[in-house]
C-alpha cells in the first residue's frame, strides 16, 4: 500500500513490504507510531485548510465545523439542508427518516462537516479508517496477484502443452486439472513471499484517498471551481474521472503543498501532543513539537476531491448509490478471493492497529502471507495490544 496523502509514504511502504515478507525489524512499531502521528496530524490540518479554501471559492462565505463519529450523523446534516430539495430528494428523505437503522447509521466515520449558519450541508472532510483501508490494500493486492497467478497458471499449462506436444491453444484442459494449477500457482506466488523474492509494485498499490473532500454546490459553481484550481499555485490536479449511472459526481486527485510552518505551530499551539499520550511515546518527546517527526517528509501530499450537487449526494447517501452498498459490492467483485490477499488485509490492520496502541515494540509479526488464519486471529492480536486479553468462559 503505497498511500499518497501520507508525507511519508516510502516509509511506510517500505516497512509495510517487508512485513508482507515476513520480515520484522525491532523499531518497526516505533516508526509506525510516530509516522501515524506526525502524518495522522499533518493530513488532517491541511484537509481542513484545503476546504476552506475550496469553500470560500464556491460559497464565499464562512462556515462551522461540526466533527461527526458515525454516518447517521452525516445522513440526518442531509435531512436539515433538504428543505428545498426536489420531489426525488424529498422521497428520499422521508423513507430515511422512516426507517433511519436501515441506512448503516451506525457505520464509523472519521470526518467533520461544513455548514453554514442555517445548519445547511457546504461540504465534509474526511480522513479513512484504518480497517478501510486495509480493505482497499486487499483489493489492490488481490488484483495485482490476480495477475501473477494467471501468468503463472499459463506457464504451468505451457509445460504441459509441451509435453504432449500440442499448441496451447488446442491444449484440452479438464476443470478439475484447471483449477488444480491455479492452486498450485498461488502456492508458488505465497512462496516467493516466503523466500524474500517479492517486490511490491507501488503503481499497482496506490492509495490516494485516504484524505477526501467532498464540496456540495450547483453544478455551474462545481465547473467554475474544477477551473479555478487548474490555475492555484500550491495545488494541481493529477487525475480526474467523471462517475454517472446510480452514483454521479465528479473525483479529482490533487496534490498539495503543505504548509510546514503552519501545521508545526499549529500542534503546539493546541498542544496537540495530548491527543498522543497513549501511543507509547513519553510527553516529554510529543512535547518537543512535530519538527523531529517530519525528517524526511516529502513536501505534498495527495487527497481525493469529490464535486457533487446536492441531489447527487443524497442519492449518494440514501439513495440507489448508497456508499455502504457500494463497499459491499466492491468487496463482493474481486476476481480472486485467496487467502494471500486476505492475509495482507489482516496484516496492514494489524499495522495500523500497532500504530494506534501503547505498544511500540513487538517481537513477531501475528500474520504470514503464506499462511491461513481466521479474523479471530488478528482480533485476538489487536485486542493484545491494548492489554485486552479474552477472558475465558470456562477454565
Known sequence: MYLTSFIHRNDLFNIAERWLLGRLEPDDGLRITRILICDGFVLGQTLEAVTK???EMV???????EHIQVKGQLRDAICRSAQDGNLRVRELVRLYQTNPEFFYRE???NGVLCLDQQKRLLGLYRIKRP???????NRYVANWIFTMVQERARELAMERARKQNVPLEDLITPKKQM???FINAERDIAQRFRDNNMHLDKAALRIHDVGGIKIVA???KLSQLTATLTEHPRMRIIDQENFSGNYQATSLIIEVYWDREQICRGYTDHRAWKKYLHRGIP????QKGLEPLLEGAEPTLKIELILSTFPDMVESELGN???EERIVTQRDNKAYKGYIPMNVEFLIEYLFALGASPQVRIDRLPIKLWGRYLPDTVIDQIRALYGMEECELFC
Open 321 to 323: 448509490s448508497l456508499h
Open 53 to 55: 479554501i475550496l469553500l
Open 218 to 220: 450547483t453544478a455551474e
Open 59 to 65: 460559497h464565499g462565505q464562512l462556515f462551522q465545523e
Open 107 to 109: 457505520a464509523p466515520i
Open 179 to 181: 483449477d488444480l494449477e
Open 131 to 137: 480497517r478501510r483501508i486495509a480493505e482497499k490494500a
Open 283 to 286: 510527553e516529554t518527546e510529543l
